[in-house]
């Protein structure tokens, strides 16, 4: 048994390590990816997995219901071979990745670490992923240096809750710390999460009790303080102490820079021209990889960041084939996929939260070493259903599905006491 554990943190490693690794397969295809799919051939293995996690099942179903509404986008829309096979293949490989991350999470707890570490390392030989063209200019910090700086610390807070529990203080401390280095670098959204996992960590114990008329005082008094928090934010940006030229950028466009719904408008401005693309075609959306062919949307985008005049620019970079900006899983699936594509996968969002939501509030997994990895896991998770490319059905959402889906079912069973109780810790 030791020896299969680690043919699976073997597994794990490999898979993030070379998740940067890309082969031009008539779409971008990564290593990981056909690595997944060679360890995937096996119809008993899924039945098998069917049967140790069922959420895996109810997952599989949504996201083939996903598949069968982008074909029939794609048939209204009349989409190219080439937009809807990539199209049809990022859901595919989104079923195919979450199965495969979600056996090895199964077999052992511990390949979490192995993915995290390799995730790392696969930053430093194979480079940072930039995920569109807006953000090119936001440098080596956010792309390279965060997402190492990330897995360090969590691997850092899951040892050092392991070998020494009274440590949860001092995790605390150095997340906090480490968030406010981030907004300070100009990865505002990154250190904002760590600021919230930092305080769900110090709170736990209220978090298994939670309730709505004690959450809602707390929205109230939380809203205020970030409201305070930020305005300080935006002066010392604004007077040149923390921050970086992107941020000041930005600022620029907001007629109020105090106003975080006019900074979110203007940092991910391609969220709005996915609702407005939505509102343009609601039932069917636009068809896989949402061609732009008038640079309506485009141009939109580009006005909301202030920058028309880099329209011409782009359409020679392009040839002329825009795709429709959206930066937003949910709503980029449904743009692409229209209303029924829409709802199956709320359908796993919404499985998802409900999972989640019952670990947090788990006094086990309260004690578990892993818990600072879950907490982060659910808390990144809403940036990236909101505000993320839609390629991260099968980049960094499969990791954090099969995480939270494994040890919501190990949970399930060390609650009920079966023979084989498995081990959250």
Known sequence: MIQSKKIYHIKAFLYSTFARLKFSLGGQLGANEIMALINSLSIKGWKNLYHDIPDVKIINIAYITLLFSQIVSDIVNGSTSEDFIRGWANIVMAIV?????????????KSIIYYL??????????????????????GFFKFTLVPILNSVLLIVSCYLLKVVTKKSFTIVFIFIAYGLFNIAFDSRSNGLIFLIVSFIIYKR????????????????????????LYSLYVYQVLQGNIGGKHSEEQFSMTSNPYNPINLLLAGRSEVYVAIIAVIDKPIFGHGSWAPDPGAKYTLLAYKLHGEEDKLDNRLDMSNGKLIIPS????????????????????????????????????????????????????????????FSPLPHIKQSLPIIIALIIVFHRKLELSNIQLPNKTNIN
Request: aromatic share 18%.
């Open 117 to 138: 570490t390799g995730a790392a390392i696969g930053v430093v030989f194979f480079g940072a992923e930039v995920e569109d063209f807006s953000l090119e200019k936001m």
């Open 327 to 386: 930066h937003s899983v949910i709503f980029g699936i449904w743009m692409t996929s229209g209303i029924v594509g829409f709802i199956a996968f709320m359908r796993i969002v919404l499985l998802f939260y409900k999972r989640g939501f019952n670990l947090l509030k788990s006094s086990s997994i309260q004690a578990s070493s892993y818990y600072p990895i879950i907490v982060f896991f659910i808390v990144n998770s809403a940036w990236i259903f909101l």
């Open 97 to 109: 990745v979450t199965n495969y991350l979600s056996t090895l999470l199964w077999r052992s707890n």
């Open 205 to 228: 114990k209220m978090v298994g009790d939670v309730k709505m008329k004690t959450v809602f005082p707390f929205l109230i008094g939380g809203l205020i303080v970030f409201q305070g």
